[in-house]
């Protein structure tokens, strides 16, 4: 009797190893992620969210991939990856000679992929009629100097890239307190511009050339201005043609930093993006891809019926 329950001790024991262990590789069946499949999730610089929705949204159609975005500052997005929090992100520059060391500590090598050239535009409200702005009157603004019609500057976050972008060129490390105002997001910046004369507002290029059906009653209200460089002749519009040339004074890259460590959807999602496919949706959303895609023509000979 004793014999027959430890017997049957065992061969329960066995049946509950061998059911769970089931269960375990069936869940990491269903969540097995490979570079073209799974699910994963991507921090992104909110300057830059739509070009980066319209990529995910292109890449699910053609794979059995979900991509989960999550839209803030800079700073923040920055702070994900350096915590750990995220290991897929996406940026409006490279990471410098610190955060990269940040990595090396670790023993980690970040996969930077470069697939657009972006930039900051300046925009202001449709009752003005001038639709030039210098740089140097901008960042003398920002310095303290009120010699221009410029009322005020309206970034969308504190720790935004844009921030960010004019500081280094103002020299500053932190926003004046006087005359510069803050909000949450680019359509937040836009909103107030059509509503206040003389402000100037300050935003990623992308959401002038992708702006959501709310805000394109927003857009008809507003200037993207022109923009003369520091030591150069002529004023620029954010425009492909001018971001190809190299004549925008406000120019900056786009990158997804990957620092997944293994060949998941990071590798294949950076690869797409800088692929015939992913440029070409670059090109259509009004920015500059890196890799410009070529164009196939076909040359048709046809017989003439009339001699």
Known sequence: MKKFKFISGIFLFSFI???????????????NETILKGKATIFVDETITPIVEDEVMVFESNYDAKLTLVSKSESEVLN???NGKANIVILARNLNEKELKVFEQKKIQ?????????????????????????????????KGERNSNIK???????????????????????LPEKDVYTFKTNNDV?????????????????W??????????????????????????????????????GTYPLL??????????????????ASFIAGD????????????PFNIPTRKLNIIHSKSINK
């Not at 190893?17 to 269903?30: G, L, S, Y």
């Not at 720790?159 to 972008?165: D, I, P």
């Not at 460089?229 to 971001?243: E, H, I, R, T, W």
């Open 17 to 31: 190893f061998i059911f769970f262990n089931c269960r375990k590789n069936e869940n990491n069946n269903d969540n």
């Open 80 to 82: 994900s990856l350096f």
């Open 110 to 142: 970040p996969r930077i992929t470069k697939f657009a050239i972006d930039g900051i535009s300046f925009v202001s409200n449709k009752s003005s009629n001038d639709t030039l702005i210098s740089l140097k009157d901008v960042l003398g603004f920002m």
């Open 152 to 174: 005020g500057l309206v970034f969308d976050n504190p720790n935004s890239s844009t921030v960010s972008y004019i500081n280094n060129l103002a020299g500053l490390e932190s």
């Open 190 to 206: 836009l909103k107030f511009v059509s509503e206040n004369d003389g402000m100037i507002g300050v935003v990623g290029v992308n």
């Open 208 to 245: 002038l050339s992708q702006p959501t059906p709310q805000m394109e009653s927003v857009l008809k209200k507003i200037n993207v201005l022109s923009v003369k460089g520091l030591n150069k002749d002529g004023y620029f519009a954010p425009s492909q043609n001018n971001f190809a040339e």
């Open 252 to 269: 900056r890259d786009l990158y997804i930093v990957n620092c997944q460590g293994y060949s998941g959807l990071g590798m294949g999602f």
């Open 277 to 288: 496919i992913g440029q070409r949706i670059v090109l259509k959303a009004g920015l500059l």
